[in-house]
């Protein structure tokens, strides 16, 4: 099976940051309750700029870092739960702003599962051989969502884009992709509700069975997420390899969606893998959904923790609830 590799990478992050104590002061917790229960002592919050911005700044750090030009990139695939439009999609905003004038755009909603999705999708589309590079960027703004007033969420999100550019490689590549929707109102934030000039006004709880929250905020049954991330992760990882044909021992990196330390503790336990396969930067950022990945495979590459031939396995995990692994070689 034909393998990818990423030939460039790069990250916008707000310069905001917000800490543990900064939360103090607008709802009941602290510093100890936050780290010892997720592993987060800071995020990054938007200044109110909109998400396109940071997509078209870390896609050209990406492109940069390839070597390439604008106008190289076949396709971009743009991920996020927090898109500034209905609208256009934001793959043919950034398109438009960079100058990819070359790229076909497409948009998924994969939530923090979506760099997993979008790399699956990217080999598919390089196995084809018409395509050579193709663009993945990862942009949430989950800070426009997230109910201040919810002291068991409000402290877990942050603000952040990254992207990578794909290209056909050698070696190894294997996913596995999963979801079980029965569990779909375990996690979510409305759209607009349905008004039009023809029917009287109804709440759309009435209809999804999701139950009654703040209109355009997130809800997140914190205790069902856990049960569900601590046993797909594994499960996803174990596929992956399984497909690949390699043990889990052969895994160099695991480079896992950062939703929660103690996610990522238990999912290293049932695995029987040491902990320092695992990249952690969730204490520095929070959950940035689709952008966590990708924030993570920059900063890694930036360190050189990458070495030629290296099996490194993404998996995420998130809302749908959706969940996926894949595993390539650096």
Sequence with gaps: MQGVSIIGTGVCIPEKVASNEDYMKIVETSDEWITTRTGIKTRHISDGSPAYLM????????????????????LII??????????????CVVQ???????AACIDINCACAAFVYALDMARR????????????????????????EDRSTCVLFGDGSAACVVTAGEGLFSSYLGAD???AHSIFARNFPIENAFIASKRLEDFDGFG????????????????????????????AAERAGITLEEIDHIVAHQANIRILETAASRLGLPFDKFYVNIDRYGNTSSASIPICLHEMK?????????????????????????????
């Design 302 to 330: 930036q360190k050189d923790l990458f070495h030629k031939g290296d099996k490194v396995c993404v998996v995420g995990f998130g809302a749908g609830l959706i969940y996926g692994a894949a595993i390539f070689e650096w």
């Design 55 to 74: 997509s078209v700044k870390s896609a050209e750090q990406a492109i940069a870092d390839a070597g390439l030009t604008a106008a190289d990139i076949d």
């Design 212 to 239: 009654e929250w703040k209109e355009h905020k997130l809800y997140m049954d914190g205790r069902e997420v856990y049960k569900f991330a601590t046993h797909a992760m594994p499960e996803a990882i174990c596929k």
């Design 125 to 148: 589309y390089l196995a084809m051989d018409d395509m050579k590079h193709i663009l993945i960027v990862g942009t949430e703004l989950l800070s426009k969502i997230t109910d201040y």
């Design 181 to 183: 929707g029965k569990g």
């Design 78 to 91: 743009h991920t996020s739960v927090t898109p500034d439009y209905v609208s256009p999609s934001m793959s």
């Design 96 to 102: 438009g702003l960079i100058g990819a004038v070359n």
